[in-house]
């Protein structure tokens, strides 16, 4: 099996990836009926990196994947090297693949004098020489026009509805938002899943102070009802399983988290551990090693949906069609990471 997928007329897709996380490449290049283009890469001495494409990419479509994970920033970095190295081999063209999207939650100043670091992201990957950037739930959609270029903007969300639709008597569930900014998503996942009732916490963060804040109600009816919490990550978890406490103050019956992107950083999985949810459904947009992973917790492969939208991309279609659901081909049996 070559490592060089032909495409027609006369192009040729690669699949190259970085260390952070090269299970997920490999699982995403097996959907696409492809490998993984292989690399050298090392760390010198005094902590700068090495990489070098073993094979030609010239005048390929070459997509680029990383995860943005612990150590986020040498592995950010490691992702511009690799575009550099594209570039200056000839790709025909470069596209980032970020399945979580690092420094995204920074999109707009809160303070003065602070940076808006998501902005600054897209014009590192433009500046490297990506020409488009695809990543799955973005921490707030508009950051998309902070590229010069296409963004193709993949949700997860029909993955996790199709997990979820078999998990909860839907007649008794009720979708919540964790905050006003995802009422939104929230209302979505209501509609897809038949028109479930909405609720949502209204709670403030201190912005002085990282991963903080405080619930101070729900808006809704929660009392004796099976809730769903829906977010785009959880990283220290104290924030959700602060939403967690609050649903079961108010009556809930159980409580689900649903999240895309599962940092699980500092005290989350003791936090979750302890948090009293009845499920914790991830995607595995990032690594989730067996020691962070609890035996009520579910994670999903994220490799179909990559794959899927790296094959619409490189046959020149629509991307948004992947917002209905994977198409038949990606559905898998095994559907866990």
Request: charged share 25%; proline share 6%.
């Amino acid at each position: 099996m070559s490592a060089v997928l032909e495409g027609t007329p006369d192009k040729r897709l690669a699949l190259v990836t970085g260390r952070a996380y090269p299970e997920q490449a490999e699982e995403t290049a097996h959907y696409l009926g492809t490998e993984v283009l292989p690399t050298t890469a090392y760390d010198f001495a005094n902590g700068e990196m090495y990489v070098r494409f073993t094979e030609p990419v010239r005048g390929a479509d070459v997509f680029i994947m990383q995860a943005h994970t612990q150590p986020i920033n040498k592995w950010i970095m490691e992702q511009l090297i690799m575009i550099d190295a594209a570039k200056r081999a000839s790709a025909r063209s470069i596209t980032v693949v970020a399945p979580f999207f690092g420094y995204s939650r920074q999109d707009k100043k809160h303070l003065g004098r602070e940076p808006i670091t998501a902005k600054l992201m897209f014009s590192l990957l433009e500046a490297a020489g990506a020409d488009r950037v695809m990543t799955v739930d973005l921490h707030a959609a508009q950051e998309q026009g902070f590229f010069n270029g296409p963004v193709d903007h993949l949700t997860a969300m029909p993955v996790l509805l199709d997990y979820m639709r078999n998990r909860l008597p839907l007649d008794n569930t009720t979708i919540v938002s964790p905050d006003a900014g995802r009422i939104k998503v929230s209302e979505q996942w209501a509609a897809k899943l038949g028109g479930l009732p909405l609720a949502f916490i209204h709670k403030t963060r201190d912005t002085t102070r990282p991963n903080h804040a405080v619930a101070h109600g729900i808006i809704g009816d929660v009392k004796g009802r099976d809730c769903v919490v829906v977010d785009d990550m959880i990283d220290t978890a104290g924030t959700i399983c602060e939403a967690v406490r609050t649903l079961h103050e108010h009556g809930a019956k159980s409580v689900t988290l649903v999240a895309t992107h599962g940092l699980l950083s500092g005290p989350a999985v003791e936090r979750l551990r302890d948090s009293g949810a009845k499920e914790i459904v991830l995607m595995d947009t990032v690594p989730i090693p067996e020691e962070k992973r609890l035996p009520n917790m579910t994670v999903l492969s994220t490799a179909p949906l990559l794959a899927a939208g790296i094959r619409s991309v490189f046959e020149s279609r629509s991307v948004s069609n992947l917002l209905n659901g994977l198409p038949e081909d990606m559905r898998t049996r095994n559907i866990y990471a």
